[in-house]
């Protein structure tokens, strides 16, 4: 078991910026590299994207990788070589198996200012058929909304589902903490704070902080309508 225990201050993710992308990356991409924050297990990559109105990212391709998209603000054009085209908006989440390979844009119809994560999560194995699906979702305070899944639900959630053992949820702080458990042997957690302030098993995280470990239990409070992503992925 990987007893590791991670903090990772949203003051030291990498940082580019160009005329009409600003990104920040939770783990070495692109021309951020750094040998400590290769990932946590399977989970490769949180950008956290702010992208200028009518701009965003042209065709280019992927291949073997499970791509997530959950606007934070704004909405994405999105087309792709598999013939999918349309919106993700605020409360919709999208997830793109690249397989074999795929090849997509991404762009800000709109004048208004658009934020989203676009996370990266390792399959299980490569070489598989490529795939789209998307799906709208509700937070309700004090409860955990499971978006990503290895299955099509997951504690009564529907969720996308994803070419490996991992899970991918959201949640808004009520009064009581939340209590989590594992739901494989073997995997770790990985929390990181959207917005407000929490703690994760004692340690103290400001909006886009993350914590992670890889023990069975976390235990998540703070300041009420805080808004945190969880992860939980196997190693590598």
């Known amino acids: 078991m990987n007893t590791q225990t991670v903090h990772h201050p949203a003051s030291e993710r990498g940082h ?101 994560f676009q996370i990266w999560i390792v399959p299980r194995e490569n070489g598989l058929k490529p795939s789209y699906q998307q799906m709208d979702y509700t937070l309700s305070q004090g409860k955990i909304k499971w978006l990503v899944s290895p299955t099509q639900t997951y504690k009564s959630d529907a969720t996308l589902v994803i070419n490996q053992d991992a899970f991918v949820g959201m949640a808004e702080l009520g009064n009581e903490s939340l209590k989590l458990e594992t739901p494989m042997a073997g995997l770790g957690t990985y929390i990181l704070n959207v917005s407000g302030s929490l703690s994760a098993n004692g340690v103290e995280l400001n909006q886009r902080d993350a914590y992670g470990h890889w023990d069975s239990h976390t235990e998540i409070s703070g300041e009420l309508g805080s808004k945190l992503l969880i992860f939980h992925v196997p190693t590598l």
């Open 16 to 116: 580019v910026k160009f005329d009409w992308l600003e990104s920040f990356h939770s783990f070495s991409f692109g021309n951020y590299y750094h040998p400590a924050k290769m990932g946590f297990g399977a989970l490769r990559v949180i950008n956290d994207d702010i992208i200028a109105g009518e701009t965003g990212f042209d065709t280019h391709g992927h291949k073997d990788m499970e791509i997530i998209t959950i606007p934070l603000q704004g909405r994405v054009l999105h087309k792709d070589s598999l013939g999918t085209e349309g919106d993700i908006k605020i409360n919709q989440v999208q997830m793109m198996a690249a397989g074999t390979g795929i090849r997509h844009s991404e762009h800000n119809p709109d004048a208004e200012t658009l934020k989203l």
